[in-house]
């Protein structure tokens, strides 16, 4: 088992570093994030992530797992390095890499012995020999071996996507590098987790093909709810029918809002960033991006609808914050864009969400937030359901038309039954089913 160093505590170098550790490494992690670093010492997660608590808890107190904001002294000290700090969108698409050339920069101060430099940050192609132009430039002597080992985590199910991937991707030219990397991930090559060795740029294409075309599948069926809805189809059973296709697969083609996260939005538009800057236009995605955009703003339509063009002064209830469920993160989340559309009409805006209210707060300080969907929707004109957490399935439909001024609601992830919804005269609007207002 090798000794690693994480750079980059968040989402991903938080589930991978306490990953690793299960797996039997010795791992530190470490961020310029002073009082992250803190937080986890004193056994504080700073994400909400299920089952991570419990994983860090156990490998921290048997010692596999460190947290360090010593940055030199944790890369000087490990074999293999993980670069796992964010790669956010620049204004006109392109990914931003200034932090891992950062990274990159102190690495490169600090190759002491022979270490393996792993990007498992989502980079684009040619990322991987410009981090190694920068390790050699500090450095006389090739004390290092590049690999790009793209994570495809998902946030909320991020613990177990980690220990049970469907596959691992290990990009590097060196038979070394390769043979350590399985050795970092022994557990895995023991259980025959699909092993795929490519070259740096093939790894790095892998990771965002993969992300793009998830996001194809969303904008593709979100298409098919809108036509379903003028149609007079059911979306619900148009995608289970068409899962039943094994070519196809039932997965990714729930409609909704729109996606959402730190990672669709942003690898999308650095594809097809990628595309245009090689002549190679990449339609599909552009056209992905273009309905992704448009989704929300048609939520915000039905919103409007359902208030008979009245939004002005309106009280709108939205329940769910979060981009997904069982996370509290709200990067580019349907919230962030539906409800400054709501304000500027002139609604007043109760938020509910059970975890991601905090991280909202830095965003939308003004709107007023509740501890429960009961006190939020107390007094409402309108409810907008915006994230499927198991919560907000299980709402009691009569209770919230009992607290509610206007029973009216648009349940933009179809959690909740039309047939009681009709039942108990509710005005009400999906995504994907014709519903006679
Ligand atoms: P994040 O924003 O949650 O965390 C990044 C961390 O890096 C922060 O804690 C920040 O303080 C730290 N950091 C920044 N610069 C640093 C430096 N110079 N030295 C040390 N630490 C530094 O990011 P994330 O969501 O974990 O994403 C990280 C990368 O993984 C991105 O490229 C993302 O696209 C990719 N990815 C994310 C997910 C996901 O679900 N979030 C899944 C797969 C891949
Ligand atoms: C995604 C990828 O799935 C993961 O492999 C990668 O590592 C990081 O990006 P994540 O963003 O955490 O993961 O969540 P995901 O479950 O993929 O959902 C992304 C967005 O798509 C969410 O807003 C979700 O609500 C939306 N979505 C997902 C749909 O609208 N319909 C679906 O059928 C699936």
Redesign the pocket.
Known sequence: MEKICI?????????SGAGLSEFGNEVTC????EE?IKQLNNGEI??YEPGLKSLVKTNYNNKKLRFSSD?NKSIKNSKIIFI?????QKKNGE?DLS??Y??AN?IADNLNHYKIICT????PVGSGEEIEKILLSKNDTKLFDYVSN??????GS?VNDFMIPDRLVIGSRSNKAFSLMKNVYRPLFINETPIINTSVETAEMI?YAS?AFLALKISYINEIANLCEAVGADVHQVAKAMGQDGRISPKFLHPGPGFG???FP??TLALSFLGTKNKLPLKTIEAAIEVNNNQSIRMVEKSILLLDNKISNKKIAILGLAFKPNTD?V?EAASRKIIPELIKLGAQINAYDPVAMDNFKNHFPDINYFNSWEDAITGTDACVILTEWNELRGIDLRKLKSLMSKPVILDTKNILSVSKLKNLKFKYDNVGRKISL
Do not use: H, Q, W
Not at 30 to 33: E, F, G, H, K, T
Not at 120 to 123: C, D, I, R
């Open positions: 750079i980059g505590v968040g989402y991903v170098g938080l589930v470490v961020d310029i994030d992250r700073p994400i940055i796992a700090v964010g790669t956010p990914a932090y891992v950062a990274v102190s498992k940050s989502t980079v793209p994570e495809f985590l998902r946030e991020a990771k992300n996260g730190s990672c942003k690898d993160d990067r």
